[in-house]
């Protein structure tokens, strides 16, 4: 075999730093090809800008859950997505409920928000039983163990509602209001991703106000410095942890009815997977463990993700570059946990706390 | 007056202007230092004085930011604690890091990576060199057990060892690499009176039975003053104080660091 | 009330109603329904009503130790066994009556007093906590409007739809027969049957607890075997079918079921059998334990020789369904030991280990393909590419391992998960379908030819399957006891350290990735060769979590767990069809548990025996 470090040269750094360059030159040429091109205007650049904005916001809520019980227990709860997916899916029955009553037209706002609240609170439901049932045992053990919990955990939520509901896509009702578009400036922005942009935004300033300002997020915000010193001060680590996994939950489930809303194609058992591992992404992407970087990792993915098949895959001759989405969002992931771990908004938290 | 080691030999290690920061705080400050071959030396200092920060610097856990470091006249600084291992330093650890289910015996065998050859290819084909070279691993591993006062406990696994055999496998897997300098974390922390004082001889034993040049941070004065040659006394990632035993006693720096002003200068009026 | 606050009776009813959700869960996902197809005993008893009187036996005989051990008497023992019984029924009969058009006003009154209920509850335990009034009054008010728009949501979606059934799909006419036995159209009489079966179940769970140990013991082994075989009928017939004349298979079984006469002379002689062991294992196992070395050696020698003899044997003995199921068994067995080699060995938990498989069984079918896609149209054999399957495989284990080197094992884990999900998404898209296919994928793949031979049969490709596994096999037990695997091992105790000890890590974990990827790629065209066709939906994530799940469940870094580990989680839910809907639900639930009570796995490996828990634990953390 030949030898891997001499005194200074690295295979390792060498072979990471080949691949940054290689990127760095598809992106250029990509987006080089495509902008000398003009095939695509102005106005289609920042309608694909909106959608992946209203897309980005979802992801960043429920980036959130993970952002929030990363900082606190250091762990990825990779069931997230399913946690996710419990709201949504549930929810379209009663979408479905309230559309056959009318109420879903008559009063679209509050509808649409006793809908948040019912997603919300199942999601949160789900989100405390996996703390309890499945992480809370294994507290204090090494990381990889529940690690691998939360991907059995994953697995069972899924197919527990596969069981519950029936393996079939189920789609929200369309919302009459949400329908058409608004000109801005002579460019169509549908009105769909407005609602969703705003809404998460309504829910994310929402988190920041429990965090920042309230007793509850006081608590915990010194459980995640440290827990020791918080136990010390008279805090219940076990009920902070709990709520904290109830935040996330709940954000994640109105997270789902507001997916809904926004995405034609419908519900089923296995719709959290995906947005999952996107939203661990986009929170890696924004610095794990720091709430405002899951909004911007949110909105940061959401952008390239929509932007980046037109932009790069399709600049570089690849046919079917919207396939291609999700592969531009799992190179991010890759990307990220190679080059910056730490984030966007790095704290290093992950070194210090390692 | 530490110039030249009362042997007289040549350095074997040496730091100059050594600084290591983290986000603003200087754990280690231009630091110069040398510790001559053959010699126990010892580092003190109060607690948070940059101590391990220093060994893990040293044996290239950390970069440092600025400065040199020297082994035997050749440049350290930038190389990878394998490498690091592999040139002859090894080290143990404050609170002990054994491969806690690995048995005793293999947690020595891993420490004499430096010096195996064996592939992986070898090992599948079962090349007579391999079996060789594994077997004589074997053999040395069982030495440094029964130099280790180990005997018959190899296949324990390490982490059902008591506290003190734990320490002692520790040395001996920091041994197994034949190191030129062994740098060792607190060797008698958590140790009873009996247990110090088998330590304390088992480790000039080290120096003078194999040759190997020691370092240790120690907090036990009476260890520190009994075996160390030379001594080096850091406060907030500085040197302030550096000489003998008896001088390092009467340094009122030292004694201010540890003590605080007051207390200096009463013993000062003493 | 001072009974219910004793510990013992705190233990029954909460085990109770455990085997009770229990009971309520699997029916609602669908589980009951669907296990009922499977008759266990013919016109006697199916896999379904098994489960169902399973829980309470099973939790009852459980109860009944805890109640010993804490000094209940025999009665007291006994009138627990009736009671898990009947908290075992409870909530399926309440799930029973609201689904039932007379009583469906009852779930109705139940959703919409739940939040005045739980409100006044807690608000009542705040305060008797001294809370003040107003704090007490807005917590009321909270827990009401939370809970309230919950369960109110439910009344009208329930309300709306008209019954449970179209949002809960499982608890619908077969689930009612089942929890009935088949007493649909006469409710009280179906919940009294019920109720009746499962107090039984539970009573006579406790009196097996009561029995003494030998007959206790028998008869466990009677009812484990009988069960077993019934279950497993189509399995048990077609390994019979391969040894006994059609007659005589015809007087045990009707179709794939067990003949009740079959059954009940199955459980006369396994419980005799039982009863025999029971009363003379111990003193045999001691004798064998007296045995001198060089006589047991010879012992040893004559299992081997009656083992390897068993395993060429295989295919025969079991006829060509089952060699399927084997192969396929086997290919996960080789994906086990070779994904062990990273997980297990080096502590590097690679979720992307479908990677592998995938590049693997498309190098084979793109290179022997003689359809429209091979590239070659028959040049090359499969003997020939196999080498380059196993080359190509560890080039990509190599390349896509070199990037995650640094990576925490967290992040490493997540890391290979977006791999894995990357090469599932370009072997789907329209860019690489000119050369893979797309989702039609690459068909037309020839079987292997051994000396002019086709070995198109699974009996003949079993012995490929078994020829690689013995070999990745040689290769892990051999490494696991050289430099490098004590290499790994450091590695994954601490990998700090082990840098520190002069090991080059990057080096050790790039090898420890590409030999497991190599055995991906190996396992990867063996399939491709056994199926004919690849196409990207064999290559999903479930592949990973599949092999993932087998590691775990049989035993970190134990060659025989992982065996075991195939077997029962590969092998189940392909010779208990009813069951493989469920597989991924069995596999999560066992990943959960394992991890929280047997985290060693069913096997351990050696180093963990001594150990148990904590052990593996450790073993596990990756920094």
């Not at chain 1, 030949?2 to 200074?8: A, I, P, Q, R």
């Not at chain 1, 489930?253 to 997977?273: C, D, K, L, W, Y």
């Amino acid at each position: 075999m030949f030898k891997w470090k001499t005194d200074e040269f690295s295979w390792v750094d060498f072979t990471i730093d080949v691949l940054r360059i290689l990127i760095v030159l598809g992106v250029v040429v990509g987006a080089w090809n495509t902008l000398s091109s003009g095939r695509i205007t102005f106005a289609q650049w920042v309608n694909l800008f909106a959608a992946g904005l209203s897309q980005g916001s979802i992801y960043a809520l429920i980036a959130l859950g993970y952002t929030l019980v990363y900082g606190i227990l250091l762990m990825i709860n990779f069931a997230h997505g399913e946690v996710f997916m419990a709201g949504a899916f549930s929810a379209v029955f009663l979408a479905e409920a309230f559309n056959r009553t009318g109420f879903l037209n008559e009063q679209p706002l509050l509808a649409i928000l006793l809908m948040i609240m019912f997603a919300g609170l199942l999601s949160m439901t789900v989100a405390i039983l996996l703390e309890r049932v499945a992480y809370r045992p294994l507290r204090g053990s090494p990381r990889l163990v529940p690690l691998i919990t939360a991907i059995g955990a994953s697995f069972f939520l899924q197919y527990t509602f596969r069981g519950l509901y029936g393996s079939g896509f189920k789609a929200y009702p369309q919302v009459k209001i949400l329908q058409g578009a608004v000109s801005i400036g002579g460019i169509n922005i549908p009105i769909v991703q407005i609602f969703v942009f705003c809404s998460a935004l309504v829910l994310m300033l929402g988190l920041y106000w429990l965090v920042e300002r309230t007793r509850v997020g006081k608590a915990m915000r010194a459980v995640s410095e440290n827990k020791e010193v918080a136990r010390l001060m008279g805090i219940d680590i076990d009920w902070v942890i709990m709520f904290t996994f109830g935040v996330g939950g709940f954000l994640a489930g109105s997270a789902g009815v507001i997916n809904g809303m926004f995405r034609p194609q419908g519900v089923n058992f296995f719709m959290g997977f995906i947005p999952g591992i996107k939203a661990f992404t986009a929170a890696v992407l924004g610095g794990i463990g720091n709430i405002p970087g899951a909004m911007l990792g949110g909105l940061f993915l959401g952008v390239i993700e929509a932007i980046g098949p037109n932009l790069v895959l399709a600049g570089l001759g690849i046919p079917g570059a919207n396939q291609l989405k999700d592969v531009i969002a799992f190179t991010m992931l890759v990307l990220v946990l190679i080059f910056r771990p730490q984030g966007i908004l790095g704290e290093r938290l992950s070194e210090k706390k390692a | 007056m530490a110039e030249k080691s009362k042997n007289g030999q040549s350095r074997i290690l040496e730091a100059k202007g050594m600084t290591k920061r983290f986000e603003g705080l200087v754990a280690v400050d231009s630091l110069d230092f040398h510790i001559p071959e053959g010699a126990i030396a010892s580092i003190i200092g109060p607690n948070g004085a940059g101590k391990t920060t220093f060994f893990n610097c040293i044996t290239g856990f950390y970069e440092i930011d600025e400065g040199e470091i020297l082994f035997n006249g050749s440049r350290l600084h930038g190389r990878s604690p394998d490498q690091i291992a592999r040139a002859g330093i090894s080290r143990t650890y404050q609170n002990i890091r054994l491969f806690s289910n690995m048995s005793a015996i293999e947690n020595i065998m891993v420490g004499q990576e430096p010096h195996l050859k064996s592939t992986w290819i070898g090992a599948i084909l079962g090349l007579p060199s391999t079996r060789e070279e594994d077997e004589h691993t074997e053999d040395r591993a069982r030495e440094l057990l029964r130099f280790v006062g180990l005997e018959g406990k190899g296949d324990m696994l390490s982490k059902n060892l008591s506290y003190g055999d734990q320490r002692r496998l520790e040395i001996g897997r920091a041994l197994a690499s034949k190191p030129k300098l062994i740098l060792l974390d607190e060797p008698t922390a958590g140790m009873n009176p009996r247990e110090t004082i088998e330590t304390t001889d088992f480790i000039r034993r080290l120096r003078d039975e194999i040759g190997i040049t020691i370092v240790l941070i120690e907090h036990d004065m009476r260890v520190v003053m009994d075996i160390s040659e030379h001594i080096t006394v850091l406060d907030y990632g500085r040197k302030i104080a550096e000489g003998l035993p008896a001088d390092i006693q009467t340094n009122s720096d030292v004694i201010e660091a540890y003590l605080g002003r007051g207390a200096a200068a009463a013993t000062a009026a003493n | 009330m001072d009974l219910l606050r004793s510990q013992a009776s705190r233990t029954v009813l909460a085990l109770g109603l455990l085997s009770g959700a229990f009971i309520l869960f699997t029916g609602a996902v669908g589980m009951i329904a669907a296990f009922h197809d499977r008759e266990v005993v013919d016109r006697f008893i199916s896999l379904g009503q098994l489960l169902l009187l399973m829980a309470p036996f099973v939790t009852s005989y459980y109860v009944a130790g805890r109640l010993d051990e804490h000094g209940g008497a025999p009665p007291r023992i006994l009138a627990a066994g009736l009671v898990v019984g009947l908290l075992t029924a409870l909530p399926s009969v309440v799930l029973l009556l609201f689904n039932s058009d007379e009583f469906r006003f009852l779930l109705f009154l139940v959703l919409r007093l739940a939040p005045f209920v739980a409100a006044s509850a807690i608000a009542w335990q705040r305060h008797q906590a001294g809370a003040e009034i107003q704090a007490v009054l807005g917590i009321w008010l909270l827990v009401a409007v939370l809970v309230g728009i919950v369960t109110f949501s439910f009344a009208l979606i329930f309300e709306i739809k008209g019954d449970l059934r179209s949002v809960l799909v499982n608890i619908d006419r077969d689930w009612v027969d089942v929890i009935t036995f088949d007493n649909r159209k006469d409710l009280p009489l179906g919940i009294a049957t019920f109720g009746l079966a499962s107090i039984g179940a539970g009573f006579a769970g406790s009196v097996l607890y009561l029995m003494p140990a030998v007959p206790r013991r028998a008869l466990i082994y009677g009812l484990g075997i009988t069960t077993l075989v019934g279950a497993f009928g189509e399995t048990a017939r077609l390994i019979l079918q391969e040894n006994v004349d059609s007659d005589t298979l015809r007087e045990i079984f009707r179709r794939d079921t067990l003949r009740q006469n079959a059954a009940l002379a199955l459980f006369i002689i396994s419980t005799a059998a039982g009863f025999l062991w029971a009363m003379y294992g111990s003193k045999v196992r001691e004798n064998i334990g007296n045995i001198d070395s060089s006589s047991r050696r010879r012992l040893n020698f004559i299992g081997l020789v009656i083992f390897v003899a068993f395993m060429l044997l295989l295919p025969w003995l079991i006829g060509r369904t089952l060699s399927d199921v084997a192969v396929t068994i086997g290919i996960f067995v080789l994906m086990g030991l070779g994904l062990n080699i990273a997980i297990g060995l080096a502590g590097l938990l690679d979720l992307g280990y479908l990677t592998n498989y995938a590049v693997g069984a498309y190098i084979l079918a793109v290179l022997t393909s003689i359809g429209p896609l091979g590239l070659f149209k028959g040049t090359f054999t499969f003997w020939m590419v196999i080498p380059l399957a196993l080359l190509a495989a560890m080039f990509a284990g190599f390349i896509f391992a070199v990037p995650v080197l640094r990576m925490r094992g967290d992040y490493l884990a997540i890391a290979t998960l977006g791999f894995g999900e990357i090469i599932g998404k370009l072997a789907i898209s329209d860019w690489l379908k000119p050369l893979i296919g797309g989702a039609q994928g690459v068909q037309a793949i020839p079987k292997p030819i051994f000396f002019g031979a086709e070995l198109k049969n699974p009996e003949q490709l079993y012995y490929i399957v078994l020829v690689a596994s013995l070999v990745c096999l040689f290769v892990s037990i051999r490494l696991n006891n050289s430099r490098t695997g004590r290499q790994w091992m450091a590695i994954r105790e601490d990998e700090d350290v082990a840098t520190a000890m002069g090991i080059d890590t990057a080096r050790a974990k790039l090898l420890a990735f590409t030999l497991s990827a190599a055995t991906g790629g190996v396992a990867g065209a063996i399939f491709a060769a056994k199926v004919g066709t690849v196409f990207p939906n064999s290559f999903t994530v479930f592949i990973s979590i599949n092999v993932l799940s087998l590691i775990i469940v049989g035993g970190i870094a134990s060659n025989p767990g992982i065996v075991v580990g195939a077997i029962v989680l590969i092998g189940m839910p392909e010779l208990l069809r009813e069951f493989s809907e469920f597989r991924f639900l069995l596999y999560g639930a066992l990943l959960i548990l394992m991890m929280i009570k047997r985290p060693q796995g069913l096997i351990p490996s050696k180093i963990v025996t001594h150990e148990h828990q904590s052990g593996v634990k450790a073993k596990l953390a990756a920094e």
